[in-house]
């Protein structure tokens, strides 16, 4: 499609799910992926994944820094402990009371009113993507997202038979409007995916483009429009949540894993009309959230004021690496995320295995040219920008 970036597919670079899978001597005794009966939309991809390296910087998987504080897991303990109780039965299969925090978190922060009615969770935000795939997706229909994006949009649509439509974004990475509304007209998507502030370029979406994109959804087919906001409480924007008022095919999508620091939970969410919840509850599996989950997930709900204080100190975190990255020389896209990408390189992954050999792991998301690096703690981002310092030294030698 004319204008469309596409992520590389270097498996060394943190798996996009596009890379070639990994081989093995393909003898009986040992057969590799692609010598097994797997679908055919299945062969020659590899694993979503980041590197996992023992090093003392670790800036590449855009997790919230800062672990959660002594209050918070004691409280936690406090309610797996009750809940452990209870283990010889059934968690609430729907989340009830979870679901009613959830929606009184997102009233309060996301600029509109909402009831248990509203809301759906799951085992983190991808598990929520799944579901939706598997109902309003499927064989014989189709997916867009504007590329690059999160790349488990993509893969997840494949994983559930879904055909994966690439659309196109302009060169700093924003959607092209006229050309995305033209897109979806030709091509017409069951399930579009918009995702705000973008993963891996940091980029928001306006609601005017949200808006058009949605017009334009409903009027080819209609589709149903995800907007995934994992990281919108890091934005400077205000949420897209309001406007899923009288738009029963829009959802929004959040997550626990970054503002509330809470990756290791699996925790996420939408917001739709209470039609579309009802509608994910025909494909999410029995008993799919744990009571242990549920209980951590109330607990960290009950400390949301002092989890979005550390959102605070990583936004102004975030903007300091902005302006110290263009202050010693490098191309920065501009970011309403917790992370930055930053360039241009010649060769990206060079760049990247340098700043690696100084102690410093960030992201090569195989965007030709550019890197992506998490916000952390001061001292972790003093160690990177000094880092990317000697390069830049190195590079007008």
């Not at 928001?204 to 087919?221: H, N």
């Not at 959230?289 to 204080?309: I, M």
Request: glycine share 8%.
């Amino acid at each position: 499609m004319a204008g469309a970036r596409h992520v590389s597919t270097d498996p060394s670079r943190g798996s996009s799910g596009t890379g070639p899978s990994r081989r093995h001597d393909p003898s009986p005794a040992s057969p590799g992926i692609d010598d097994l009966p797997v679908r055919d939309e299945l062969r020659g991809k590899s694993p979503y994944g980041a590197p996992q390296l023992d090093v003392p910087v670790q800036l590449n998987t855009n997790e919230n820094p800062y672990p959660l504080p002594e209050p918070l897991v004691e409280r936690i303990a406090e309610r797996v402990r009750e809940a452990a109780r209870g283990l010889n039965r059934y968690p609430d299969r729907d989340a009830v009371e979870l679901r009613t925090a959830l929606a009184a978190y997102l009233g309060r922060t996301g600029g509109h009113p909402l009831t248990a009615a509203n809301v759906w969770a799951a085992n983190g935000s991808n598990e929520v993507i799944q579901q939706l795939l598997q109902t309003f997706g499927g064989p014989g229909r189709t997916a867009i997202g504007f590329e690059p994006s999160y790349s488990m949009h993509g893969l997840i649509a494949r994983g559930t038979g879904t055909g994966w439509l690439s659309g196109p974004r302009n060169e700093d990475f924003t959607i092209d409007r006229a050309a995305a509304v033209a897109a979806i007209a030709e091509h017409r998507p069951d399930v579009v995916f918009i995702t705000s502030p973008n993963n891996p370029t940091g980029t928001a979406v306006d609601a005017d483009t949200v808006l058009a994109l949605y017009e334009a959804a409903q009027a080819a087919r209609p589709s149903l429009v995800v907007v995934d906001e994992a990281y919108v409480e890091f934005s400077h924007r205000p949420s897209l949540l309001p406007l899923i008022e009288g738009r029963p095919h829009l959802v929004v999508s959040r997550t626990m894993s970054k503002a509330f620091g809470a990756a290791g939970l699996r925790l996420g969410y939408l917001a739709a009309h209470p039609a579309v919840v009802d509608a994910v509850q025909l494909v999410r599996l029995p008993y799919h959230l744990s009571a242990v989950t549920q209980a951590t997930a109330l607990a960290a709900l009950e400390h949301t004021d002092t989890l979005l204080g550390y959102v605070e100190q990583l936004k102004a975190e975030r903007d300091r690496l902005v302006a110290e990255l263009r202050a010693t020389g490098y191309e920065v896209t501009e970011s309403d995320a917790n992370f930055v990408q930053f360039g241009r390189f010649e060769d990206a992954h060079e760049a990247w295995r340098r700043i690696l050999d100084r102690g410093v792991l960030i992201r090569d998301n195989g965007v030709p040219g550019w890197l992506r690096v998490t916000a952390g703690t001061p001292s972790e981002n003093d160690a990177f920008l000094d880092a990317v310092r000697d390069l830049k030294k190195e590079q007008r030698a």
